[in-house]
C-alpha cells in the first residue's frame, strides 16, 4: 500500500507565482492515494483557478471564511479537524508572517489555529525576502512550535534573481509529504553515513578518484531520515543534492573524510561507510601544475587512513556497516572485511554486474552478518536502501536488547 493512500491532506495555497504548480502538486498527492482539499488564498486565485483545483482534487475548493455555501459542505473547524496535515505550497513571506502572528483574517490562517494537524509550509519568494530578518524570525517561530518548513530551494527566480526562496520541486513535496507519514522507527538515533568518492589531489588540476556518485549513500540518508533517524552525512564531492533535513558535512580528499567521520562518530548510534575511499593518496602533492617532460612518470603513493576501521576501534563505538565492492569472490572479499575491520554488518555489491553499482541508479546487495546473509534483490537505489534501513535496525535492535 502506498504510504499516501488515504491520507487527509488540506494543501494551502498563497499567492505567489509558485502557485502554478500546484495543479501538478495536487494530481500527484492523489495518484498516491492522498484525498487532497484545497484551501486558496483570495490572491492565490490570480496564479491558479479553483476550478483546475477542483477538477483535480475531486473536491470544492475553499477560499472564504464567510461563504455559507462552503460552510455548510464541511465548515472551517471540521476542515482543520479532518486534516492529518496541512501543506502550504507556495507559502508567501506574507502568509508565513500571518500564520507566525497566529492572524486568523481568511480562511487559511484561521484553518491553521484550529488544526492540531502538523503545518507543513513550502516557502516561496524573492530571495532578498527569505533573507529578511523579519522572515526569519517568523521562520524560526513557526519551527520552534514544531511546524515543518519544507525548503525553500535555490535557483533562478521569476523576478530574475538567483538565491534561496524558490518553492520546492513538486517531486521534493510529495516525497516529502510521504516521508512525514512514514514510520519513524529509528526516532532517537543518530545516523552518520559516508557517500561518494574521495580525491586525492596530484597538482592543483588533477586528482585521483573514482566513479562514484554518491546515489546509494545518499539514498540510505534519505531512508533513515524518513524512518526518523538524525542523520550527518559526509560526502565526497557529487552531483546531486542532499536529502532535505540532513546535515551535510562535504569533504574532498579521504584525510577529510576521516577527520570529519571521527569527529562524529563517537556521538552517534549507527555509523555506515558506504563511500567509496581512495586507499591512496599521493605522498607529495605539487605545488604547480606538473609539465610533461617525459614519456612516462611515477606518482609515489601512501596508504589513507581505514576510515571505517578506525571508527570501529573507537572506545565508544557506535553500530557499524560498511560496504564491499567486490567484482569477484564477492562473499570471500566481504566477509574478511566484515572480519578484518571488526564490523557488524557488510553490505556486498558485486561492480562488474552492469546497470548496478557505481554510478548506476540501480543496486543489489547481500548483507553479511557474522553469522547469516540476507539478499536485497535488484531495484531502485531508493527502495534498495529502505530495505537496508530496515533490515540494519533489526540488527541493531538484536545486538542492543
Ligand atoms: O556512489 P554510487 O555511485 O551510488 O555507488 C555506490 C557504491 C558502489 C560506491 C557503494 O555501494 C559501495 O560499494 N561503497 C563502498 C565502496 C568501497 O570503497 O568499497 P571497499 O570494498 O573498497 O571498502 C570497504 C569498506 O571500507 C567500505 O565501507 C569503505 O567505505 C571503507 N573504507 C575503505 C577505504 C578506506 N580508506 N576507508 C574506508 O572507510
Known sequence: MQILQDKKIVLGISGGIAAYKTPELVRRLKEQGADVRVVMTQSAKAFTTPLTLQALSGNAVADSLLDTQAELAMGHIELAKWADLVLIAPATAEIIARIACGMANDLLTTLCLATSATIALAPAMNQQMWHAQATQANIKTLNERGNQIWGPGSGEQACGDIGLGRMLEVDELVSLSSDFFADKYLEDQHWVITAGPTREAIDPVRYISNHSSGK?????????????????????????????????????????????????????????????????????????????????????????????????????????????????????????????????????????????????DDNALTLFSAIDKTEIPLANKQIIAQQLVALINQHYLAKHN
Request: hydrophobic share 45%.
Open 216 to 360: 546509494m549513500g545518499y539514498a540510505i540518508a534519505h531512508a533513515a531520515l524518513r524512518a526518523g533517524a538524525k542523520v550527518t552525512l559526509i560526502s565526497g564531492p557529487v552531483t546531486i543534492n542532499a536529502p532535505i533535513g540532513c546535515q551535510l558535512i562535504s569533504v574532498n580528499s579521504a584525510e577529510e573524510m576521516h577527520q570529519q567521520a571521527l569527529k562524529f562518530a563517537p556521538k552517534c548510534t549507527t555509523f555506515i561507510a558506504c563511500a567509496a575511499v581512495a586507499d591512496y593518496r599521493v605522498a607529495k602533492i605539487a605545488d604547480h601544475k606538473i609539465k610533461k617532460t617525459n614519456d612516462a612518470m611515477q606518482l609515489e603513493l601512501i596508504r589513507n587512513h581505514d576510515i571505517v576501521a578506525d571508527v570501529a576501534s573507537l572506545s565508544t563505538k557506535p553500530f557499524i556497516v560498511g560496504f564491499a565492492a567486490e567484482t569477484q569472490n564477492v562473499e570471500h572479499y566481504a566477509r574478511g572485511k566484515l572480519m578484518r575491520k571488526n564490523l557488524d554488518l557488510i553490505a556486498a555489491n558485486d561492480v562488474a554486474k552492469s546497470g548496478q553499482g557505481f554510478n548506476s
